[in-house]
């Protein structure tokens, strides 16, 4: 049974800094994983995808990397600022069906 | 282009109560999704549509909670009677289907039950 693990369940960091969240997964055959992004009293926001033959996408200061064999994913926020407060959370999908499996989310927070 | 859209926002009820939520998705979604979310917790996959049919309804408490989506489009996930631990914030989320991926949400619905 596939498990998504992310660590820590919260994060402050000063303004400015660049900063690394982690998403680890126990199954290695998943078909893709994706890092959403949620706001308080708000739903989802799709962030970036990774299919599960790539290494890595970008968003502007954002970078996904994906290591399979590994079971583990980073998200990369370069020169963060308050406004990437949020909670962010990884998702992997098994089989395209796009039945996401979860994990619990790292709230950030940028202070100023 | 018009997001996902819920409603109602929030609802508070007592328990053993009924309550109903609506979802509007993107238009052209083929497939819908209807996600439990409890506080500190990551989404759970209550359904799945795919147009009008379920494709992944495993994880519905079938005893109480009940979704359709008639003519492929909107839908709406019921709970009766509803239990204390069933509060928790119901998001719906759209996708074109097929290999794009992505999700989009609504701003889902805060269900507290007292």
């Known amino acids: 049974k596939q498990e998504v693990t992310q660590i820590p369940a919260a994060l402050s960091v000063p303004e400015g800094e660049n900063l690394v969240l982690n998403c680890s997964f126990t199954?290695?055959?998943?078909?893709?994983l994706q890092w959403f992004r949620q706001d308080p009293g708000k739903g989802l926001t799709s962030l970036l995808l990774i299919q599960s033959s790539q290494r890595e996408q970008t968003s502007g200061r954002l970078n996904a990397s994906l290591d399979k064999s590994s079971g583990r994913s980073t998200l990369y926020i370069a020169a963060s600022q308050p406004g990437d407060s949020a909670t962010y959370l990884c998702?992997?999908?098994?089989?395209?069906?796009?039945?996401?499996?979860w994990g619990a989310g790292t709230k950030l927070i940028i202070k100023p | 282009e018009a997001g996902v859209a819920q409603s109602p926002r929030y609802k508070i009820i007592e328990k053993r109560q009924s309550v109903a939520f609506w979802c509007n998705p993107i238009?052209?979604?083929?497939?819908l999704y209807w996600y439990q979310q409890i506080l500190g917790q990551g989404p759970k996959l209550l359904i799945q549509?795919?147009?009008?049919?379920?494709?992944?309804d495993s994880q519905l408490p079938k005893d109480r909670f009940s979704a359709e989506r008639l003519k492929g489009v909107d839908s709406t996930l019921k709970i009766q009677p509803a239990k204390l631990e069933d509060s928790a914030v119901y998001l719906c989320a759209s996708s074109l289907g097929g290999f794009t991926g992505e999700l989009f949400f609504g701003e889902g619905s805060r269900l507290t039950v007292l």
């Open positions: 238009s052209g979604h083929a497939t």
């Open positions: 199954d290695s055959a998943i078909y893709n």
């Open positions: 549509f795919q147009n009008n049919g379920v494709v992944d």
């Open positions: 998702a992997v999908d098994m089989d395209s069906n796009y039945q996401l499996i």
